[in-house]
């Protein structure tokens, strides 16, 4: 099979995003391969295929993107590669317009990734909130041009069908939550705001929906983070807890939890074993040659 290598998104335009791909050198008959280019709102799909087949191709406009881009959207973009006699396929990584981070960002990355997974995170799931597509056939007025039932479970409140996109397992770490008064003259309003943090992937925006390891769920109102050469390399997020009751409570989430594994089950995977990862302190500083 084909191998897929340097994808990237590249444009200087409002109206059209370009896409390149590559393959590696092959001995193989590049005309019995269909290349298809599929595009998501998220990382985790669903995925509309925008362009294929095609045969020895590799590039494409993508001239839809005047409709649905905005500042607060990423479009993610993939590669779908078809063997023809075989039916086989086999696809690209996951790619967006800021590119592949540098080798610094990629280790700072990794070391992230490593902290959160096995130290300080917790599991955690993303719903990422549809901003276009299909209007909500249950709640939306063409005239008004509006939802009109807040507790609408076909859109789950967001206007679009389906509400939002696959959900995606991730570690993060989440603050303690710092709570607030909202007082009017009519009533009073308690707020409870929380802060996260993980890694650049996946990608995280306002008004998306987070559900931490105790099935609490939040609504993402600010998202922000470091940066290394142009790419995202840990994101802060601040975040809003959602009262019980509300209607993102009904949003179901498919989790085995007989086999999920919620919190770190060790702080680090270092060569030495369970045993002497509970030794006492003397013990530990033996390994390093110290002794009493």
Not at 48 to 57: E, R
Not at 127 to 152: I, M, N, W, Y
Not at 163 to 179: K, L, N, V
Request: aromatic share 10%; with cysteine; net charge neutral.
């Amino acid at each position: 099979m084909l191998q897929i290598r340097n994808e990237r998104v590249v444009s200087f335009s409002l109206n059209h995003y370009d896409v390149f791909w590559e393959i590696e050198p092959t001995t193989e008959d590049i005309q019995q391969y269909e290349f298809y280019v599929e595009r998501s709102e998220a990382e985790a799909g669903p995925w509309d295929s925008i362009a294929g087949p095609l045969v020895d191709q590799y590039f494409i406009r993508d001239n839809s993107v005047h409709s649905i881009t905005t500042n607060a959207r990423t479009l993610y973009y993939r590669i779908r590669c078809r063997h023809v006699p075989t039916e086989r396929v086999i696809y690209s990584s996951t790619f967006d317009r800021v590119g592949a981070p540098n080798i610094l960002a990629t280790e700072m990355i990794r070391l992230e990734r490593v902290l959160f997974e096995e130290f300080v995170g917790v599991r955690c799931w993303l719903f990422p909130r549809r901003t276009f597509g299909q209007r909500c056939p249950s709640c939306f007025d063409t005239v008004l041009g509006k939802t009109v039932e807040a507790r609408c479970t076909t859109c789950w409140g967001t206007g679009f069908s389906g509400g939002y996109h696959y959900p995606t397992s991730f570690w993060a770490q989440i603050d303690a939550m710092a709570e607030s008064e909202q007082v009017t003259v009519d009533d009073h309003r308690r707020v409870q705001m929380a802060q996260l943090r993980c890694g650049p992937s996946p990608g995280i925006k306002p008004l998306d929906l987070i559900v931490d390891h105790q099935n609490r769920r939040y609504r993402v109102v600010e998202a922000g983070g470091t940066s290394m050469s142009g790419s995202l390399v840990r994101a802060e997020i601040k975040m809003v807890l959602i009262q019980k009751g509300s209607i993102e409570d009904k949003i179901p989430l498919r989790v085995d939890t007989s086999t999920v594994v919620l919190v770190p089950p060790r702080n680090f995977q270092n060569a030495q074993t369970q045993s002497s990862s509970r030794a006492g302190v003397i013990d530990v500083f033996g390994m390093y040659g110290v002794k009493s």
